[in-house]
């Protein structure tokens, strides 16, 4: 979803950054953990040393209502190096796109082509294929964000470019798993000792484990993690359909928002806010969003136990003095009301077995 919009003539001011554009970001561990009041999460976070890292603006998760304290996005890291290997799952270093200027690639990949042209300030920079997506709560900002200079990629090069490119690596990729599950492997003869003799393994691919093939069109594009070997449109269809049922329109996925790393966001002159030898490998990114996710984790199991703890007694030398004189008190305040009774009985007692008076004298 897009903003057609902007608020001010001869710039393009948006109160929400807009999908499939270049950004760096940076982690608020600070503003995660304040609205706990927790003196130790507030430490722990103020501890920390977030990088800026470049990121790019997948799509917005959603509906981006004005005024808002943030909107949330998923978002993909770039990154500096080629795709690391994965042999387990098939990929190979080569699997990345080069974004222009940087025509660095192994198999001489063409480039993804940025627009406008000539504003990407990088030239050493890829988009990974398979990459960790993560969301992430942008921050709001009052002054709204300039997409003057702002970097993106149309729709036409993510179809044409960016979409067919992914889908080459994916045929690739499980072709790479085939060879990998009908390599041979090594065979021990069994002794006595062995038992029964062990059934051969055999490989299998389940529909729900399986991944997809991207289709042509950008609103059929899903989770990177679910490439497999069942039917591409399928297992595509299903994931989609997953997707929106658990999602909230008005306030995106329905999990714990909490947990969402909060983060500021800076779309236009990215060169300004990070410079090229500066940027960050993304596993560098996902520690941090571990690492506050779990400060957050901690903060709500003290404020639960702070909540649920039972009263305390005042142990101080006051409260003492007073538990010691109630226990002084008490029974020396009884035995005079004892007796203030029994002086009153006796009294009554006196006048009731008192013997008549007779006059026998006169």
Known sequence: MTQSHALQVGKRLFYSPSPRSYAVIRLDPVGMVRPFNDAQALLEAQAMQPKPYLIYLRMERALPWPDQPWYRFEIEPIATTLRPEDE???????????????????????????????????????????AKLVDVRIKARPELFDETNAVSIS???????????????????????????????EVRLPSKCDGPEPQPLRASVSCDTAGQHLTQ?????V????????????????????????????????????????????ISELGDHLKQEDIPDPQEMYAEFEHIAQIVKEARIRSYAALTAPAQV???ESGERLRKKHNLSGPAQSWGKLRAQAKRVSSRLEKVFCLPYLLIWP
Request: proline residues 8%; aromatic residues 8%.
């Open 88 to 130: 387990a799952r098939g990929i190979t270093s080569d699997m990345c796109i080069p974004i222009f200027p940087n025509t660095n690639h192994p198999a001489a990949r063409e480039s993804l082509q940025p627009s406008p042209e000539g504003l990407f300030p990088y030239d050493n920079c890829y988009h990974w294929f398979q």
């Open 217 to 221: 069109l950008e609103a059929s594009e």
């Open 223 to 266: 989770s990177s993690e679910t490439f497999s070997l069942c039917s591409a449109r399928s297992s595509h269809s299903n994931h989609s359909l997953d997707n929106l049922a658990a999602m909230d329109i008005f306030s995106g996925p329905n999990d714990d928002v909490e947990l969402v790393p909060l983060v500021d966001l800076w």
């Open 155 to 185: 729709v036409r090069t993510r179809i044409r470019t960016l979409l067919r490119l992914w889908e080459e690596d994916g045929d690739k990729m499980m072709k790479n798993r085939k060879r990998l599950q009908q390599a041979p492997t």
């Open 314 to 316: 005042p142990d101080d």
